[in-house]
């Protein structure tokens, strides 16, 4: 007998019904993916019975054990009986698959953990004398009986996966486990700020968050800067926008305080904690004037909508949604953030002050180890003196020049202000540095350098950057009113360039031009330039159209250079600005800082660098000891 008469032919098999035990184990394959995911079952559970506390406890990464406790309603002992059966759910009282106001609804996550795994439930109802206990070990029920046990419920999963062992072979480290279960569990915790949540791992308390009350936007930004970190609370812009029967609310990072990856971007639909490849590419939209390509802002949005307006029955996994209007949705995340980064002015993370502060050690005093944060900085760590945190940016202090956004083609002085400065006849230097939020200019460092004086320390000014923000402002506001002046060059200047490189440029002549670019062919592999953007003054034609073609090559070819404005002028913007080496008297360097608190987004370049680094007074005292 071979193996293939061993087997049911499919052809003549009669259909039967499968086991229950079976079915769920199935069920269980979709829902219970990893110790994090029959967590995130349970959790939501306990918000659904209006827990006020949760408390999550896993051991060996969840595969020894998953407590998780909670203070909600409870249930009967007729309740419990339903609840570990296959599609028996309290949440669909409609029977409406479209209006869906719960995060569970499918009646699958018990049935489907107890399937794989010995799982025992205690629930004790309000004003019940007693709780009730009932257990399931690999898909057998046993009826519930009398237990003690406080309000609420608590469902113990122990040996997760013992009667389906190929499965724990896909399981990973436990130290990879147990940090899943904790990204499901603070996720939900963000979700929901009046909610307390604690998790402990193998012993250790991992966190621990109180229930707080009070208004819900205060409450997010507590409980967001609790676990996403102090850097992210005191550099988040808050968010709050409506759009058709949406409401957007949350807060966004500034530019400057960014990584490498899109782990610190969450999006929440109606209290639900979702991936959504939408998120990213709207932020990486909304972001695109402030960041490389290849750094993340971090950012928390809160997305309320009549529940109609989205299908949460995607996945059995519940984490993927569609929206009945996606493209509203969209340009509602992209319109607010960038709505709210404009608001910032030319505010910088306070992370790079920090950073700044970090790097210096006074001559003979003890330091600790550099400790890396979540942000892929370092904080210098001395033993003595401490050093207090800067304020907040400045764009509180530069109010009064943020609107409106006007720019000069050039370096000239922004007009008073009618704070009382007064300008030196001789040396040219505002003397009244507390009249502007970028102080007075000083000196010039390495003819790269601007560094001024304001009325509680001193600002350290990148000049290339900071220009590069300005040209490339100036260019957007051009392209807005119709068109980038022009400049035409005495001589037009003749660029040697490989056939296939002259040949992209070219190809986009006619967008160029928009751009104040004026180009023409001047025979095979050769590019004149007749006429440059009046707003770059003197520019270096053959860098900037060798860089252009690189640029266009990465691009590709299926996009309008208006499409792609932020990269193209970028470019342009950079062969534009005053660079690196180039010396400036001080009108010029006053100038720019002028320019710069009048200019949206001015706090970091194009590619998401600072242009400035702001130091108190206070702590570069405390460096030499004087406090």
Request: with cysteine.
């Amino acid at each position: 007998m071979n193996l293939r008469e061993t087997q049911a032919d499919p052809r003549t098999a009669h259909i039967r019904r499968l086991p229950e035990t079976l079915v769920n184990q199935i069920a269980a394959g979709e829902v219970v993916e990893r110790p994090a995911s029959a967590v995130k079952e349970l959790v939501e559970n306990a918000l659904d019975a209006g827990a006020t506390r949760v408390d999550v406890t896993i051991r060996d990464g969840g595969r020894a054990l998953i407590s998780i406790a909670d203070n909600g309603r409870g249930m009967t002992p007729d309740d419990l009986r339903l609840a570990v059966e296959r599609h028996a759910t309290s949440k669909l009282p409609d029977e409406d698959l479209f209006h869906i106001t719960t995060l569970g609804f499918r009646g699958e996550a018990l049935p489907s953990i107890g399937s794989v795994s010995r799982m025992a439930i205690t629930s004790r109802p309000r004003d019940a004398e007693e709780a009730w206990r009932i257990e399931i070990e690999g898909g057998r029920i046993v009826d519930p009986k009398p237990a003690a046990g406080a309000q609420g419920t608590v469902v113990e999963v122990r040996d997760l996966f013992y009667s389906t062992p190929a499965r724990l072979k896909f399981l990973r480290s436990a130290r990879s486990e147990s940090g899943a279960v904790q990204d499901v569990v603070t996720r939900l915790a963000m979700a929901h700020p009046d909610i307390g949540f604690s998790l402990t791992d193998d012993g250790r308390e991992k966190l621990k968050l109180s229930a707080d009350q009070g208004e819900l936007l205060d409450l997010r930004l507590a409980r967001l800067g609790a676990i996403m970190g102090r850097e992210f609370r005191e550099n988040a812009l808050p968010i709050d926008a409506e759009r058709e029967g949406f409401r957007l609310t949350g807060y966004a990072g500034v530019p400057t305080l960014n990584r490498g990856n899109a782990a610190m971007q969450f999006l929440f639909v109606n209290g639900r904690p979702v991936r959504d490849k939408q998120l990213i590419g709207a932020v990486r939209a909304a972001y695109q004037d402030f960041l490389a390509r290849d750094r993340h802002p971090l950012l928390a949005l809160f997305l309320e909508c009549e529940p109609r307006a989205v299908d949460v029955n995607v996945h059995p996994a519940k984490t993927e949604v569609r929206f009945r209007e996606p493209g509203m949705v969209r340009g509602l995340i992209v319109s607010a953030l960038k709505h709210a980064l404009a608001g910032a002015g030319h505010r910088a993370s306070t992370t790079v002050s920090m950073q700044a502060l970090g790097s210096f050690q006074p001559e003979g005093a003890n330091s600790l180890p550099q400790q890396t944060s979540f942000t892929g900085g370092y904080a210098y760590r001395p033993s003595y003196p401490p050093i207090s945190r800067p304020s907040p940016g400045l764009s509180a202090a530069a109010y009064d020049f943020q609107a409106p956004h006007t720019l000069t083609g050039g370096f000239e002085p922004a007009a008073p202000s009618g704070m009382g400065e007064t300008v030196d006849p001789e040396t040219g230097e505002v003397s009244d540095a507390p009249s502007y939020p970028l102080g007075a200019a000083r000196a010039q460092l390495h003819a790269t350098y601007i560094v001024a004086q304001t009325d509680t320390g001193i600002v350290i000014v990148d000049q290339h950057a900071a220009h590069e923000r300005l040209v490339y402002e100036r260019m957007k506001q051009a392209m807005d009113a119709g068109g980038v002046p022009r400049q035409g060059l005495l001589i037009p200047e003749i660029v040697e360039l490989d056939e296939r490189a002259a040949d992209r440029v070219l190809e986009r002549a006619e967008e160029l031009a928009q751009l104040g670019l004026v180009i023409e062919s001047f025979g095979p592999g050769a590019v004149a330039v007749r006429e440059t953007p009046a707003l770059l003054g003197k520019v270096d034609a053959p860098g900037l159209i060798r860089d252009l073609a690189d640029e266009l090559e990465d691009l590709g070819g299926a996009f309008s250079l208006k499409e792609k404005l932020e990269e193209v002028c970028g470019t342009m913007a950079c062969h534009g600005s005053v660079r690196a080496g180039r010396r400036l008297n001080t009108d010029e360097m006053n100038a720019l800082l002028r320019q710069m608190e009048a200019t949206p987004h001015s706090g970091q370049c194009n590619h998401g660098r600072p242009t400035y680094v702001e130091l108190k007074l206070a702590d570069i005292e405390k460096l030499f000891g004087r406090r």
